[in-house]
C-alpha cells in the first residue's frame, strides 16, 4: 500500500496546476549514499500497482512494492521524504572521492 500525508499531496497539487497531471512513479535508485527511493513523472506499466490521491496517481513497480510496503510519501519545508519497509544501506561505500558525501 502507498500513502500520501496531505502536505505531499497539496505540493504535489501545486506542481501540476499549470500542468497536465501525470503519474508520479516511486521507483528505487542507487546514488553515492546508498540506495533510496524516489519520484519522477512516469508512464503507467502492466506491472505497476496504482494508487490515487487527490486525482494523481502514484504509481510503482508490484514487486518492489511488495518489498518495501507500506510506502509513504510525505513533506515537510524542507522537501518531500518517502518512507518504507525496505532496509536501505546508507553511507558511501560507492563513489570513495573527497569532496562529497564520502569524504
Not at 496531505?6 to 528505487?28: G, H, M, N, S, T
Not at 490515487?52 to 510525505?74: H, Q, R, T, W
Request: aromatic share 8%.
Amino acid at each position: 500500500m502507498i500513502t500520501v500525508t496531505q502536505p505531499a499531496q497539496e505540493q504535489v497539487k501545486a506542481y501540476f496546476a499549470d500542468k497536465d497531471i501525470q503519474p508520479v512513479r516511486i521507483f528505487l535508485t542507487q546514488g553515492c549514499g546508498g540506495a533510496q527511493l524516489a519520484m519522477a513523472l512516469d508512464e503507467k506499466r502492466e506491472s505497476d500497482a496504482v494508487f490515487e490521491f487527490s486525482c494523481v496517481e502514484y504509481i510503482m513497480d508490484n514487486s518492489l512494492l511488495d518489498e518495501a510496503k507500506p510506502v509513504e510519501v510525505g513533506y515537510s519545508g524542507a522537501g518531500f521524504h518517502l518512507s518504507s519497509n525496505l532496509d536501505l544501506s546508507s553511507g558511501c561505500s560507492s563513489c570513495g572521492t573527497k569532496g562529497s558525501c564520502c569524504s
